[in-house]
């Protein structure tokens, strides 16, 4: 049997991939046969990840980015290019949540242009760098490209005092759905994962306060928080030819938090 999901010869970055959500990805992807760079700015984070996803026998690099520096991203996406010769796929992952979150009425508009800037403008830059060589390579005669944006549940649902967060990951799901329009001619999708409560080093603190945990449990239907492991399957499909025919699409991996 043909296997729809084996990505060998695909090469796939993740930003953020050094941990969380993304790590999850990058795991999923370089099992089915990928090739991945995961970029993240930790320097020794990132290569523990290298080195933990090469022991499994994947082809991976790592490259120190910081997506709220247009320099950075150019550079990291040049080397990796170089490295791995080609980029199938983009997972723009990395993302931070409010510093500050409480009453919109006392929020510091820095705060705001600080997650517009890494959540919002980041993605869109690396998304741009990666489109130009997914066209580019369509009008060589080779129309494949997959652009992924980690979002959140939190773009659809009311997030209240973090509504800075909700509104760059809003913007996010419509950015992607504007670029998906434009670049299906080429064989390129553009899709958005929306993420509920995961386990990861972002919602550490929340999730050690017992009193939150005790208000949003019952709100999950399938009666646990998240882990990274439950992206990587959507990972994989996301960067099959699968998934060729879906595109603009915003999916929501959150345990049925949005619906309940
Ligand atoms: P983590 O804090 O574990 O991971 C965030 C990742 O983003 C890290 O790898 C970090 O790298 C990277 N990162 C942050 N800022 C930058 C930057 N400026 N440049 C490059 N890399 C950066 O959190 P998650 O895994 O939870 O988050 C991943 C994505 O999922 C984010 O976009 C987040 O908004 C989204 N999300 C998470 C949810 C959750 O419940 N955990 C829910 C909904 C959405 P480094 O450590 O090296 O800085």
Same mark, same amino acid.
Request: with cysteine; charged share 20%; aromatic share 8%.
């Given at each position: 049997?043909?296997?729809?999901?084996?990505?060998? =010869?695909?090469?796939?970055?993740?930003? =953020?991939?050094?941990?969380?959500?993304?790590?999850?990805?990058?795991?999923?992807?370089?099992?089915?046969?990928?090739?991945?760079?995961?970029?993240?700015?930790? /320097?020794?984070?990132?290569?523990?990840?290298?080195?933990?996803?090469?022991?499994?026998?994947?082809?991976?690099?790592?490259?120190?980015?910081?997506?709220?520096?247009?320099?950075?991203?150019?550079?990291?996406?040049?080397?990796?290019?170089?490295?791995? =010769?080609?980029?199938?796929?983009?997972?723009?992952?990395?993302?931070?949540?409010?510093?500050?979150?409480?009453?919109?009425?006392?929020?510091?508009?820095?705060?705001?242009?600080?997650?517009?800037?890494?959540?919002?403008?980041?993605?869109? /830059?690396?998304?741009?760098?990666? %489109?130009?060589?997914?066209?580019?390579?369509?009008?060589?005669?080779?129309?494949?490209?997959?652009?992924? %944006?980690?979002?959140?549940?939190?773009?659809?649902?009311?997030?209240?005092?973090?509504?800075?967060?909700?509104?760059?990951?809003?913007?996010?799901?419509?950015?992607? /759905?504007?670029?998906?329009?434009?670049?299906?001619?080429?064989?390129?999708?553009?899709?958005?994962?929306?993420?509920?409560?995961?386990?990861?080093?972002?919602?550490?603190?929340?999730?050690?306060?017992?009193?939150?945990?005790?208000?949003?449990?019952?709100?999950?239907?399938? /009666?646990?928080?998240?882990?990274?492991?439950?992206?990587?399957?959507?990972?994989?499909?996301?960067?099959?030819?699968?998934?060729?025919?879906?595109?603009?699409?915003?999916?929501?991996?959150? =345990?049925?938090?949005?619906?309940?």
């Amino acid at each position: 049997m043909t296997q729809i999901f084996d990505l060998s =010869g695909r090469v796939a970055i993740v930003t =953020g991939g050094n941990g969380g959500i993304g790590l999850g990805m990058a795991e999923a992807l370089v099992g089915a046969g990928c090739a991945v760079s995961i970029w993240g700015r930790n /320097r020794e984070k990132t290569e523990a990840a290298v080195s933990r996803l090469k022991a499994t026998g994947g082809q991976v690099e790592g490259r120190t980015c910081d997506v709220t520096d247009p320099a950075s991203i150019e550079a990291a996406f040049a080397a990796t290019l170089a490295a791995l =010769g080609r980029v199938d796929g983009f997972f723009a992952n990395a993302g931070v949540t409010g510093e500050s979150k409480g009453p919109f009425v006392d929020r510091d508009f820095g705060e705001w242009q600080r997650l517009m800037t890494a959540n919002v403008e980041g993605v869109a /830059r690396g998304f741009q760098l990666a %489109a130009r060589h997914m066209v580019a390579r369509a009008k060589a005669g080779d129309p494949f490209g997959r652009l992924v %944006a980690t979002s959140s549940v939190a773009s659809i649902e009311g997030a209240a005092y973090n509504e800075h967060y909700g509104a760059s990951k809003g913007a996010l799901n419509a950015f992607v /759905r504007a670029i998906a329009v434009e670049l299906a001619r080429h064989g390129i999708t553009a899709n958005t994962i929306l993420p509920g409560w995961i386990e990861t080093d972002m919602t550490a603190r929340a999730l050690a306060d017992e009193k939150f945990v005790k208000a949003v449990s019952p709100r999950i239907p399938v /009666r646990r928080f998240g882990t990274p492991a439950d992206f990587g399957g959507m990972a994989v499909f996301l960067m099959s030819r699968s998934s060729s025919y879906m595109t603009g699409q915003t999916l929501v991996i959150d =345990g049925g938090y949005s619906i309940f």
